[in-house]
C-alpha cells in the first residue's frame, strides 16, 4: 500500500536541520505567540491573491428526486513560485462550515481563510510552496445541490473536488487533506472514493462512519436524535433557493435517529442509511494513501473508538498498518482539539485531561505536520518515522510502534475477586424507589509496582435479560482517588459487539462482551479499580425501553481483560512547552 509510488523523490538528507529528531526539539527554538504552532523556519514564498473555481459535477446517479447536476466552489490560494512555473502540490479543507449558520450570523465563505485551522495551513505551507484551497460541500456556501450529510452524494463532490485540484496545471498532482471532526470526516469520503491524486489524508478526530459516531454497541448519544436536522437547518439561507438542498436523504436522516434508536434489530436504516455513510471501509478497500491519525483520548465528541474500533475483530488503526499503508499517530489527552490548540487545552475535569494539561500542548505540531507533507507531497526529506506518540493519562509522552501496544500483557480478573453491592443495573428498586446500580471494588493490582494500562480493556458480563432491550454504562475509576480512568457502554442487544444486534428474550443467558474505549493510564502500586455500572452515563441517552429492561448481572460469572505495558523509559521524549500552555488550567 501507500501513495509514494507517484513521487520522486531526492537526496534524504537535504537541509537536515529542517528535519530534527523528534527527541531533540524540545532543545529548539520554538515560535510560542500564536494559538497555533509554526514550523521551526519561515518559507521564501508568499500567498497570491485568492483565486475561485466553480465546476459542475453530474449527480444523476447518486440523488434519486434531486437535481441531475450540482456545482462545487472552492477557493485556493497559490505560492509565489507557480510565477515562475513550478508545480506545486495541494493541501484542502473540505467542509461544510463555510458560510455557516444562521442567516445575520453565519461563518466566512471560502475566499476568506478560515480561523484556526485555515490560519495554521496558509501561515505555515503556503511559505514552504504549497497552495491551499478551502472546499464547500454540496449544498453549503456557494455549492449546490442537496446537502447529502455525508452520503453518497457528499463524496461525489468531494471526489470532485480532490480530481479537480489534481490536474491543475499549476499543480505537481499530489493532494493532501486537514481538519477537524466533520472536516476530517470529509477526508475519509475523499479517500473512500480513491482518487490518484488524494496522496494523504490527516483527519483530527475525523468521523470514519456515521453509526458508530453515534451510537457505540447500540447505546445512543442524545445527538444522534437530530444530528442531520441541526447541519441541515445551519446550511439553508431560508429563502427559494433552498430547494436544491433537499433530497429524500434529507428527509430520512431527519428519522433515522429515532427509528435506530428504538427499532434495534428492527432498523430499516442500517442496509441503507447507515451503510452509505460509512467510509473507512471503503477506503480501505478503494484507496492507496497515507494516513497520519490524530485523536484527542479524551475527545467524546468524536470518540477514540473512531480509530481503535471496527466491526467485530477489526481495529482500523491496526488494519490499516498491518495491510501495508503508512501510518503514524498522535495521541494526546486533549479533548475535541488539535495538537497545538493550547487555549483549548483547558477546563478539562480530573479524570479528563486535567493531569495531563501541563505537558499536553504539542509546539512541535506544524514542524510534525510540514515533514509528513514534504514527503508525502512532494517527495522530498527523510521518510517519517510510521509510530504513534501517545500521551498517557499523567502527561507523559512516549513513541510506541503502534497503538494500542502489540507488546502488551492481558491481566484477567474475575469480578468474584471484587467486593460488590448490587446485581441488576436499570430498572425501580423495590426498596427506596432508585434506578438499580451495581459497584464492584477490586484490589490492588500490586502493592510493589505501578501498572500501566494501555490499550482496549474488555470488560465480560455475564447477564440474564428481562426485557428485548437493556443498557449497560461502566465507568472504571481509581478505586483509592476515585478519579475516572475510563468507560464502556452497551445496549444487550449488541451484546456480541459491533454494530449488529440480536433479539434477547426474556430470561436468556449471555454475556455482554463490552470493550472500553481506549485507555492510557497509570495506576499507582497499592491502587486497584472501581466498577460502577448504570444504565447510563456521559452524553448517552437511557435505554428507549426505560425502566422495563433492567440487566441482571452475575458478577461471579463476570471478568475484566486489562492490557497493560511494561514501560520503556528510552521511549519517553520531552515536549516543547510554554508557560502559559503548561499552566492554562
Request: proline content about 5%; glycine content about 10%; charged content about 20%.
Amino acid at each position: 500500500m501507500g501513495c509514494i509510488d507517484s513521487l520522486s523523490f531526492n537526496d534524504p538528507d537535504k537541509d537536515s536541520s529542517l528535519y530534527p529528531d523528534i527527541k531533540e526539539r524540545y532543545t529548539l527554538d520554538w515560535n510560542m505567540t500564536h494559538t497555533f504552532s509554526r514550523v521551526l523556519e519561515t518559507g521564501p514564498h508568499y500567498a497570491l491573491d485568492v483565486q475561485d473555481a466553480l465546476f459542475t459535477v453530474d449527480t444523476s446517479e447518486v440523488w434519486e428526486s434531486g437535481p441531475s447536476e450540482a456545482d462545487v466552489h472552492l477557493s485556493y490560494w497559490l505560492p509565489s513560485n507557480t510565477l515562475d512555473g513550478e508545480k506545486v502540490p495541494v493541501i484542502a479543507v473540505i467542509s461544510p462550515y463555510f458560510s455557516y449558520g444562521q442567516p445575520g450570523s453565519e461563518s466566512g465563505d471560502t475566499g476568506v481563510v478560515g480561523a484556526g485551522r485555515g490560519e495554521f495551513i496558509f501561515e505555515n505551507f503556503i511559505p514552504h510552496g504549497y497552495a491551499f484551497a478551502q472546499v464547500a460541500v454540496f449544498g453549503t456556501e456557494l455549492s449546490t445541490g442537496c446537502f447529502d450529510y455525508r452520503g453518497a452524494g457528499e463524496g461525489l463532490g468531494i471526489h470532485h473536488a480532490v480530481e479537480w485540484l489534481g490536474t491543475q496545471e499549476w499543480s505537481n498532482g499530489n493532494v493532501g487533506l486537514y481538519g477537524k471532526s466533520y472536516e476530517g470526516a470529509t477526508q475519509w469520503e475523499a479517500a473512500a472514493q480513491g482518487s490518484e491524486y488524494l496522496k494523504t489524508i490527516v483527519p483530527i478526530s475525523g468521523t470514519t462512519a456515521l453509526h458508530p459516531l453515534l451510537y457505540k454497541n447500540g447505546s445512543a448519544e442524545a445527538r444522534s436524535q437530530v444530528m442531520h436536522m441541526n447541519y441541515f437547518s445551519s446550511t439553508v439561507d431560508y429563502n427559494e433557493d433552498d430547494i436544491d438542498n433537499v433530497c429524500p436523504d434529507i428527509i430520512e436522516g431527519l428519522f433515522a435517529g429515532p427509528v435506530t434508536y428504538g427499532a434495534g434489530e428492527f432498523d430499516p436504516y442500517m442496509d441503507n442509511y447507515y451503510s452509505e455513510r460509512s467510509h473507512i471501509d471503503k477506503a480501505f478497500e478503494n484507496w492507496n494513501g497515507s494516513v497520519y491519525w490524530v485523536q484527542g483520548m479524551q475527545d467524546w465528541n468524536v470518540d477514540p473508538h473512531q480509530v481503535f474500533s471496527g466491526p467485530p475483530g477489526t481495529h482500523w488503526y491496526q488494519t490499516y498498518k498491518d495491510a501495508g499503508f503508512d501510518v503514524r499517530g498522535i495521541l494526546g489527552q486533549w479533548g475535541h482539539n488539535y495538537p497545538d490548540q493550547w487555549t483549548k487545552h483547558n477546563a478539562q475535569d480530573s479524570g479528563y485531561g486535567a493531569e495531563a494539561i501541563y505537558n499536553m500542548t504539542r509546539w512541535d505540531w506544524a514542524q510534525d505536520l510540514f515533514e509528513w507533507f514534504e514527503y508525502y507531497l512532494k517527495g522530498i526529506g527523510p521518510k517519517p518515522d510510521l509510530h504513534a506518540q501517545i500521551q498517557r493519562n499523567d502527561g507523559q509522552w512516549r513513541i510506541e510502534e503502534t497503538w494500542p501496544p502489540q507488546d502488551s500483557k492481558d491481566m484477567i480478573m474475575s469480578l468474584s475477586e471484587c467486593q460488590t453491592v448490587g446485581s441488576f443495573v436499570g430498572g425501580i428498586s423495590a426498596i427506596g424507589g432508585a434506578v438499580q446500580t451495581i459497584t464492584s471494588e477490586c484490589p490492588a493490582f500490586s502493592e510493589e509496582n505501578n501498572t500501566h494500562i494501555s490499550g482496549l480493556v474488555k470488560l465480560h458480563l455475564y447477564t440474564v435479560a428481562t426485557f428485548d432491550g437493556g443498557q449497560i454504562f461502566a465507568e472504571m475509576q481509581d478505586s483509592v482517588t476515585g478519579i475516572r480512568i475510563g468507560h464502556a457502554t452497551m445496549d444487550i442487544r449488541y451484546h456480541a459487539g459491533g454494530s449488529e444486534p440480536q433479539t434477547v428474550i426474556p430470561g436468556q443467558e449471555l454475556t455482554m462482551m463490552m470493550e472500553f474505549q481506549a485507555i492510557d493510564a497509570l495506576i499507582p502500586a497499592g491502587h486497584g479499580i472501581r466498577l460502577v455500572l448504570t444504565e447510563t452515563g456521559e452524553d448517552y441517552l437511557a435505554p428507549a425501553c426505560g425502566n422495563a429492561c433492567p440487566v441482571h448481572v452475575i458478577s461471579t460469572e463476570s471478568k475484566i481483560i486489562i492490557p497493560y505495558i511494561i514501560e520503556n523509559k528510552s521511549e519517553g521524549f520531552i515536549t516543547p512547552q510554554s508557560l502559559d500552555a503548561a499552566n492554562n488550567q
